[in-house]
Each structure stands twice: as C-alpha cells, then as structure tokens.
C-alpha cells in the first residue's frame, strides 16, 4: 500500500485547508484510515480517524469541530477539511492506514504517507 499525501500549505489562522490521502490498491472495509501530525520537537500525534467501511469517525479533542475526516470509497481517497486553523495546528500531517482497525495509537497503524507540511501563520 502506498499512500499519497498532499494540500498542505501556508494559511492565515482562522483560515482553511483541505488535506487529500490517496491509496494505492483496494482499500477493505476493516480498514481504519487515519491523519497524524508532528510540529517541530514534539511527537507525532493523533488528529482524526475513520473507519473506511462505516464511515464512523474520530477525532483529538484539539481539533474536535474545526476539522472533518472523510472518504470517498470510489476515488480510494481519505479527506480532511481543516476550519478555523490556529497556529498550533502548524505541523507536518501524515495519513496512516491501520489494516487492523485501529484508531488512535500511531504505532498501531501499517502504511504511512510521506507528509505534508501545513503552516498557519498568526
């Protein structure tokens, strides 16, 4: 599985951004799909989850009402649309695929894309 990441960028706070994770291959229902993120000298974090075949989503409590995870099963392809970004969201996202299900523990999930960078100037 390959995972492609992209639409990072540079954004004023209170901004948005729309992030897109493309999958190589068949994406099964068990799957979970995930976005992860990492700012300078901290550790790489959880930020939203999705089930691939329920849809059923979750989310870090940080970004819980401002951000939105979705799928879209046809294009193989996992969303998130990032509202009202403050520069603590300033970070290096990844998408992550868990073909086990998981949800939130990053060492849980497989296949990890190659990130992107969104900066959220103040």
């Known amino acids: 599985v390959q995972l492609q990441a992209c639409g990072g960028g540079l954004v004023q706070a209170g901004g948005s951004l729309r992030l897109s994770c493309a999958a190589s291959g068949r994406t099964k229902s068990s799957t979970t799909m995930g976005w992860f993120r990492q700012a300078p000298g901290k550790e790489r974090e959880f930020v939203s989850t999705i089930r691939w075949g329920t849809g059923g989503t979750y989310y870090a409590d940080s970004v819980k009402g401002r951000f939105t995870i979705s799928r879209s099963s046809a294009e193989n392809t996992m969303y998130l649309q990032m509202n009202s970004l403050k520069s603590e969201d300033t970070a290096l996202y990844y998408c992550?695929?868990?073909?086990?299900?998981?949800?939130?523990?990053?060492?849980?999930?497989?296949?990890w894309g190659q990130g992107t960078l969104v900066t959220v100037s103040s």
């Open positions: 992550a695929q868990s073909v086990r299900g998981a949800l939130y523990s990053k060492g849980s999930f497989d296949y």
